[in-house]
């Protein structure tokens, strides 16, 4: 089975976001809008620098063999109209986040924009290192990339279902580069985890009741609620109790993150972090 073909089956749900700059703020709003909504698995992705209609055909055929929709925010009025009128010919979703505001602020003012892509980075020095950040979560997510971990400032690591990537987002979201790795009791972490400087590695603990949950959530939006040792109390109790232990047996400090808000989470790791490596204690909190 080709992804294509697994992601058709599994009924998978993608959100692409198109801008001509980086995307940070449509991310934003569309991260916001996410949480609303926490029975549902979304993958977004964020497409920058669209800048022809060739790269706006590539986006718009990814979009055509998956459940997706395109959000934008592109100034240029040219291929905002283009991308429109594609995402309509195929069917697919699109929401214009840039063109309305453009067009209400071109009236209110009587004078037309000069359609320039990434002019508000440029001005406004956008914070480069939360930029960076969140590139460095998204492409170090659920153990990808394991090559790379060496350069985060936090790995987190959990069971399945633990919470890891959302933390991981937001983390990144405050200028840390964040990667988060799955723990799968039986299979070895990767190799290179054991160069990491274990004082970076925050293992989150999750009670059993709440790991249950979230993850008869997960098979349920799936499909697959027949997998008995993924949710089922008794293994899952296993898997805590396993997954603890390895904890301590490899020196990784641990957080509870049951019936917790992400935010404190979030707020636990980064003391954590910044009493240890006192460098990092002046990173931007937005």
């Given at each position: 089975?080709?992804?294509?073909?697994?992601?058709?089956?599994?009924?998978?749900h993608m959100i692409y976001i198109a801008s001509c700059g980086e995307g940070i703020n449509a991310y934003h709003l569309v991260q916001s809008a996410l949480v609303q909504f926490p029975n549902h698995d979304i993958t977004v992705v964020k497409v920058p620098h669209i800048r022809s209609e060739t790269q706006v055909d590539d986006i718009i055929e990814k979009a055509r063999d998956t459940e997706s929709l395109i959000v934008h925010t592109i100034v240029k009025h040219n291929l905002r109209q283009y991308i429109t009128r594609k995402?309509?010919?195929?069917?697919?979703?699109?929401?214009?986040?840039?063109?309305?505001?453009?067009?209400?602020?071109?009236?209110?003012?009587?004078?037309?924009?000069?359609?320039?892509?990434?002019?508000?980075?440029?001005?406004?020095?956008?914070?480069?290192?939360?930029?960076?950040?969140?590139?460095?979560?998204?492409?170090?997510?659920?153990?990808?990339?394991?090559?790379?971990?060496?350069?985060?400032?936090?790995?987190?690591?959990?069971?399945?279902?633990?919470?890891?990537?959302?933390?991981?987002?937001?983390l990144a979201i405050m200028g840390w580069k964040t990667a988060n790795v799955p723990l799968v009791i039986g299979v070895p972490m990767p190799e290179v985890m054991k160069q990491i400087d274990r004082r970076r590695i925050i293992a989150l603990n999750i009670n059993v009741e709440q790991l249950m949950a979230h993850r008869r959530l997960r098979q349920e939006s799936l499909g697959t609620s027949d997998i008995y040792a993924y949710s089922s109390r008794d293994e899952i109790e296993k898997e805590v109790m396993e997954a603890r232990k390895y904890y301590i047996t490899h020196g990784f400090s641990m957080i509870d993150v049951s019936n917790k808000p992400i935010e404190t989470s979030a707020e636990e790791i980064i003391e954590m972090i910044t009493r240890r490596f006192k460098s990092q204690a002046h990173k931007k909190i937005i």
């Open positions: 089975m080709n992804i294509t073909e697994k992601i058709v089956n599994e009924n998978f995402g309509i010919e195929q069917d697919i979703v699109t929401i214009d986040l840039m063109g309305p505001v453009l067009s209400k602020v071109q009236s209110f003012l009587e004078s037309d924009p000069i359609e320039k892509p990434g002019l508000y980075r440029e001005i406004q020095n956008v914070d480069l290192d939360q930029v960076s950040a969140i590139e460095f979560a998204l492409a170090h997510d659920d153990g990808v990339n394991p090559e790379n971990l060496t350069q985060a400032e936090i790995i987190l690591v959990g069971l399945s279902r633990a919470g890891k990537t959302p933390l991981a987002m937001y």
